[in-house]
């Protein structure tokens, strides 16, 4: 199934995160995502917009998706840009979900 199509599910302590093959096959359908395996795993992104404005548009329709899913990016705002993180804090790396947001995220300037 597309990952745009599929929900986020809790994590309970205890749930191991994606191997580095799993993550790698994920990645593929979000490749323009860097994976980053230093440390805990995650996803990082940068999107460039016009202005400040624009930046903070953008970051303003990630949240309701954020919020329906159940699983937060960390987001930095530097004047026209937003970063955006993607782990698992329970899991303490990347899970299912990482990928789902990701998918979601990149589905919003379609």
Known sequence: ????????????????PLSDAKEDELHTQVPTWLLLRSGNHKLRKQF???????????VNKVA????????????????NKVQLDLFTHAVGGLSDNDFIMAAKIDNILQ
């Open 1 to 16: 199934m597309d990952l745009i199509q599929k929900h986020c599910v809790p994590c309970e302590g205890g749930t191991p």
């Open 64 to 79: 309701p998706i954020a919020q329906a899913e159940g699983h937060h990016p960390d987001i930095y705002i530097f004047y």
């Open 48 to 58: 460039s917009f016009k202005n400040f404005i624009d930046a903070v548009a953008f």
